[in-house]
């Protein structure tokens, strides 16, 4: 099996390459809000609300967005989202425009393009596994992280230049259509059968949430680990600009090409990881790659130039795509395919709740002196890495939790199958 044999299957290259802009999108809408926010209304913590709000919403409604994707099917609600995304960006573009735009009128913006993230967000990993043959899943999910960190040095790279070209409004508006051409591709899979559930949409999203939280203790461990983890990235998500406007005496194409260097680097790390089998060896490679994302921004709190910041991110996006490439399998190992679309919802929006609440409180942090809120931020990720042996238990490799197993059989429907998922989807 190599990585030819993933744009074999009739579906990937589509689903790919539109997952592929839809990402990019989201991380020059990210970057974007941040130096809007920063250059109109000069204030970081309004900054860390703003990114707060762009997430938070999405992620509480997590397990009724996963009940929807395993009821309703994922193609049409992932279009969904990224058509959300590209009227609000647009609204927010155009009331700045029209000179209408204060805070209080664009935080409920960002928080309504927020509530349908968890659909794409968790729907597009969501069909992978339904998708691809199990043999490929590691190279399959080797080059989703490549995907990913290809995204985050484009997105960012792109949100920066084109805001310090011509403001951050065109930024806006090119996100926005970028949103839409994901859309219109996407919109074009074949959709994988969905099951006709009988139980309301609250109860199989709450069903959802007890099968992460209480059922699955791999996926409780993950969720704890890595929504830690990500509060030292949410923390570094307004930081970062903050340092290199402030410190570094920089500008919006800087902070763009620092995250560019972060998320290439990413790039030949996860598909070598993607070329080694992961299974068995998951937690060794998470708890090495945390380890050393945690050291490296511990030394952007007395980095003092940009050559020094670059090699920083450089190394924290070297250790980022093993990191990933292990959680996802780790991920899908340990879930059984009748719950992908509910525990991967919930599973992923446990995991995003960190970046939020760390932008959010980097604000107030941030007034205490950048050296405090990279120390704070390298904390989180450390702890992180601390955790994940006393919470993600050992199991044997390609099983799933007992008790989540006989759980899936009780409700799983008789009409859904893994293959007949992979049928439809092909």
């Known amino acids: 099996m190599t990585y030819r044999d993933l744009f074999r299957i009739p579906s990937f290259p589509r689903l790919a390459t539109g997952v592929l ?6 991380q020059m809408m990210l970057l974007t809000l941040v130096l809007f926010v920063l250059q109109r209304f000069h ?42 995304g590209t009227v609000t960006l647009a609204l927010i573009a155009g009331l700045d425009f029209g ?30 596994p339904l998708i691809v043959p199990k043999p490929l899943w590691d190279r399959a999910n080797a080059l989703d992280s490549i995907a990913y960190a290809l995204t985050m040095g484009v997105g960012p790279a792109s949100a920066g230049a084109l805001t310090a070209w011509a403001g951050p409004r065109l930024a806006l508006i090119v996100t926005a259509a970028v949103f839409l051409l994901a859309a219109a591709l996407i919109i074009r899979l074949p959709e994988p059968i969905a099951a006709n559930r009988s139980r309301a949409v609250l109860a199989e999203a709450w069903a959802g949430l007890t099968y992460v939280l209480i059922r699955n203790p791999a996926l409780r461990g993950i969720a704890l680990v890595v929504s830690i983890m990500n509060l030292g990235y949410g923390v570094l998500l307004v930081a970062l600009p903050v340092m290199v406007l402030q410190r570094l005496h920089g500008g919006p194409a800087l902070v763009g090409t620092l995250w560019a260097v972060f998320g290439l680097a990413s790039i030949p790390s996860a598909l070598v990881a993607g070329r080694i089998s992961s299974e068995g060896r998951e937690r060794l490679v998470m708890v090495f790659c945390d380890v050393v994302a945690g050291l490296g921004v511990a030394v952007l709190a007395f980095a003092g130039n940009v050559w020094l910041v670059a090699a920083v991110m450089l190394i924290a996006g070297l250790s980022n795509g093993p990191f990933d490439v292990s959680m996802f399998s780790m991920r899908q190992r340990r879930t059984d395919p009748a719950w992908y679309g509910r525990a991967f919802a919930v599973s992923m929006g446990l995991n995003w709740a960190g970046q939020p609440i760390g932008s959010a409180i980097s604000g107030p942090v941030i007034h205490l002196g950048l050296t405090v809120t990279f120390l704070v931020a390298a904390a989180f990720m450390l702890v992180a890495a601390g955790l994940v042996r006393w919470v993600i238990p050992v199991e044997p490799a390609g099983t799933i939790p007992t008790e989540s197993a006989r759980q899936s059989r009780r409700d799983r429907p008789v009409e859904e199958s893994p293959s007949s998922a992979e049928q439809g989807a092909g």
């Open 99 to 128: 000179g209408q735009l204060t805070p209080w009128v664009l935080l409920p913006i960002v928080a309504v393009s927020s509530l349908t993230y968890s659909l794409s967000n968790s729907g597009a990993r969501s069909l992978i």
């Open 21 to 26: 802009l839809a990402r990019t999108a989201s």
């Open 43 to 84: 204030s970081p913590s309004l900054a860390g609300i703003t990114v707060f709000l762009s997430i938070a919403p999405g992620v509480a409604l997590s397990p009724i967005a996963g009940a929807l994707l395993d009821r309703h099917g994922r193609v049409r609600l992932i279009t969904l989202d990224y058509l959300v």
